[in-house]
């Protein structure tokens, strides 16, 4: 029997956003529209990366805005940072540049593995950020950009999947843990939007 690799991913954005929904959608593939506060809960799922296989550990946080304080705690235990903003909502995009800054300041470092991700994007009538806007931001952030949605179930899996991809390419400098599963990132980036 092999052991698990463990991977750490910390789930930030903005209230409302849809960080919650989309972990649950992840987890046991359910989907609510009822909006319930985070305040923070850490589920663990077992993910196939390739041939490896990896507890991922998910910590959902309650949601930021400008003034919040990072908690501490997040900085230094992830493995990769999932940053969501909705694509209906431009201050949550907002946030979530600003929460990224936030990151590096608390790290000390000018990079960090990290995903930024557009939710909501079911909502197309309502979109208020293109994806070549978030495209640009990604770039500058050097990672890339997935949107998703929670209702539609798309790109769920991917966020967590690359999740880790970007966590192992972080962890072996543009590497992965195995030959085989988890080496082939998709721009050689650090860092994906929600």
Same mark, same amino acid.
């Given at each position: &029997?092999? !052991?698990?690799?463990?991977? !750490?991913?910390?789930?930030?954005? +903005?209230?409302?956003?849809? *960080?919650?929904?989309?972990?649950?959608?992840?987890?046991?593939?359910?989907?609510?529209?009822?909006?319930?506060?985070?305040?923070?809960?850490?589920?663990?799922?077992?993910?196939?990366?390739?041939?490896?296989?990896?507890?991922?550990?998910?910590?959902?946080?309650?949601?930021?805005?400008?003034?919040?304080?990072?908690?501490? /705690?997040?900085?230094? #235990?992830?493995?990769?940072?999932?940053? $969501?903003?909705?694509?209906?909502?431009? *201050?949550?995009?907002?946030?979530?540049? %600003?929460?990224?800054?936030?990151?590096?300041?608390? /790290?000390?470092?000018?990079?960090? $593995?990290? %995903?930024?991700?557009?939710?909501?994007?079911?909502?197309?009538?309502?979109?208020?950020? /293109?994806?070549?806007? #978030?495209?640009?931001?990604?770039?500058?952030? #050097?990672?890339?950009?997935?949107?998703?949605?929670?209702?539609?179930?798309?790109?769920?899996?991917? %966020?967590?999947?690359?999740?880790?991809?970007?966590?192992? +390419? $972080?962890? $072996?400098?543009?590497? /992965?843990?195995?030959?085989? +599963?988890?080496?082939?990132?998709?721009?050689?980036?650090?860092?994906?939007? &929600?």
């Amino acid at each position: &029997m092999t !052991n698990l690799l463990d991977r !750490n991913v910390v789930v930030l954005g +903005g209230i409302g956003v849809g *960080k919650s929904t989309a972990i649950q959608r992840f987890l046991g593939n359910e989907f609510t529209d009822r909006y319930q506060p985070t305040v923070k809960n850490t589920y663990n799922k077992k993910v196939a990366v390739g041939k490896v296989e990896y507890n991922l550990s998910i910590i959902d946080t309650a949601g930021q805005d400008e003034t919040s304080l990072l908690d501490s /705690s997040y900085v230094g #235990a992830a493995d990769v940072y999932v940053i $969501a903003f909705s694509v209906t909502f431009r *201050k949550s995009f907002e946030i979530a540049q %600003v929460i990224r800054d936030k990151i590096l300041d608390m /790290s000390g470092t000018e990079t960090v $593995a990290m %995903v930024l991700v557009g939710n909501k994007s079911d909502l197309s009538n309502e979109r208020q950020i /293109s994806k070549s806007e #978030a495209e640009k931001v990604a770039k500058s952030f #050097a990672c890339p950009y997935i949107e998703t949605s929670a209702k539609e179930n798309l790109n769920i899996d991917q %966020v967590f999947v690359n999740s880790v991809k970007i966590a192992n +390419g $972080a962890r $072996a400098g543009g590497a /992965s843990d195995s030959e085989d +599963g988890a080496n082939q990132l998709a721009d050689k980036s650090t860092c994906i939007l &929600m």
